[in-house]
């Protein structure tokens, strides 16, 4: 517990406050710690931010709403948020620290940029139209015959694209005052690049658009760019592509398969925050996994595996329902481009290893590549396979540490107030207190949201 819950007049440190609905989205951007208060708690929170005494906010609470508050249950609350300052800690106070690189965001993203982005893409979309050689398909990806250079080329020629994706994003927070930092992480067997836009919460919701969509914006320029280089490569070598413009076109194909990649809504997505945003939830993708999940268990027989869907929002349990088809058809598209595009390629390539690994007896030029290919490929699935069992591994041993806590709060004095929630599938953020203080009598506590039983604590997300 915070010292200055015990002084006369709490210290905050510097708080957010968004409306959201009926509610307020209230947090600490340097944190990046977020939750959502009904209206008459905010309000109370603002007043004591803004240097409000204590007695004079319970009496203004008591006037305006006709009941009394729990002041110290209050604090508390806001103690375990970690909006109030401790010993130590150091209160910023004033306007926010200028953000780096904010003006190249808002060049990036001005008019006249997006004039320049809509020209290179008519010119994009007539060269598709009138230059077949340019258009991107599977077997375009094979620029070379030789197989280990395909696959160390695009493997390689990609992360700068990749990179840039990231930076949009970096870029469209940084234009609105949003600090972010990027780093590298892992989407299913594929390491990606991640952009962490710290404080996105903190600001309205119209403004949270476009640093989600703003990767997407870089792939489709990249994607244009890719296509009118190889345009110009023809242009200039006759009839057909060199290896330039062969290149080119097979890196535009590794391109829009990323750009497919943002409507897998199953997994958390560029359109997946754009949804969850817009339908005014926090945690809708673990709520979504949730709901699916218990379905599943049900029609199995395995009611003891479903989990405590009270733990999400009841905002999030109702966009979930009719949410979840939308998540299965992300799983469609992903097999549909798995069948219009993986299956081709690997056919093909399973087709050139038959053919150049039958010459064993004579190994010439193409066996060796293949070699060097098939080796590279065992490297690589072989180091996704060990990170994978380290990410289940810790997961395994984050679930086992939060049921060990859930087990001494259970054990606790005032254990029979404890919520009777279910720890979260995987590694969602716990969304609810354990337990709900006592309040002090002859004092009402404030409404109290959901999906916790804890005043004034709704859900906690990180923007990612």
């Not at 996994?289 to 379905?295: G, K, L, S």
């Amino acid at each position: 517990m915070a010292d200055t819950r015990q002084t006369a007049e709490p210290a905050f440190h510097q708080l957010t406050f968004v409306p959201e609905g009926d509610e307020v989205l209230v947090g600490r951007a340097d944190t990046d710690s977020y939750a959502l208060f009904p209206a008459d708690g905010a309000m109370l929170l603002h007043k004591l931010t803004t240097g409000m005494p204590l007695a004079d906010a319970v009496a203004w609470y008591n006037a305006s709403y006709d009941e009394p508050v729990d002041m110290e249950d209050f604090l508390e609350t806001l103690d375990d948020l970690g909006f109030l300052l401790g010993d130590g800690d150091d209160s910023v106070v004033g306007a926010p620290a200028a953000v780096r690189y904010a003006r190249l965001g808002r060049a990036v993203f001005s008019p006249v940029a997006w004039v320049v982005y809509g020209a290179i893409a008519v010119v994009c979309v007539v060269l598709l139209v009138r230059m077949p050689d340019v258009r991107p398909y599977p077997k375009t990806l094979f620029f070379t015959e030789s197989l280990l250079l395909v696959q160390v080329g695009l493997l390689f020629a990609q992360l700068p694209f990749v990179f840039l994706h990231e930076s949009f994003h970096a870029l469209a927070g940084r234009r609105i005052g949003i600090p972010s930092s990027l780093g590298v992480g892992r989407r299913l067997y594929f390491v990606v690049f991640e952009t962490t836009l710290n404080g996105l919460l903190g600001v309205p919701r119209r403004k949270r658009y476009l640093p989600f969509l703003a990767g997407m914006v870089a792939d489709t320029l990249v994607f244009c760019l890719l296509v009118c280089a190889a345009a110009l490569d023809a242009h200039g070598n006759g009839p057909g592509l060199s290896f330039f413009g062969r290149f080119a076109v097979a890196l535009a194909f590794v391109t829009a398969l990323r750009f497919v990649w943002q409507f897998y809504l199953f997994l958390r997505t560029d359109l997946y925050y754009v949804f969850s945003t817009a339908l005014g939830c926090v945690a809708l993708h673990d709520a979504t996994r949730a709901m699916i999940r218990n379905t599943l268990c049900r029609l199995l027989g395995l009611r003891h595996r479903t989990v405590d869907l009270e733990q999400w929002s009841e905002r999030d349990r109702k966009v979930a329902r009719w949410y979840a088809p939308f998540a299965a058809a992300g799983v469609l598209v992903m097999l549909l481009t798995a069948a219009a595009t993986a299956v081709p390629v690997l056919a093909h390539f399973v087709r050139l290893l038959v053919d150049r690994l039958g010459n064993a007896g004579h190994p010439d030029s193409g066996f060796w590549d293949s070699v060097g290919f098939l080796a590279l490929s065992v490297v690589q699935f072989g180091l996704v396979g060990v990170v994978a069992l380290r990410d289940r591994a810790r997961a395994r041993e984050q679930q086992r540490q939060r049921q060990q806590n859930g087990s001494r709060t259970e054990a606790a004095p005032d254990s029979a107030q404890a919520s009777d929630s279910a720890p979260a599938p995987d590694s969602a953020p716990d969304p609810a207190s354990d337990s709900v203080p006592a309040a002090t009598p002859g004092t009402a506590p404030l409404p109290l949201p959901a999906p916790t039983t804890a005043p004034l604590h709704a859900e906690q997300e990180h923007s990612r």
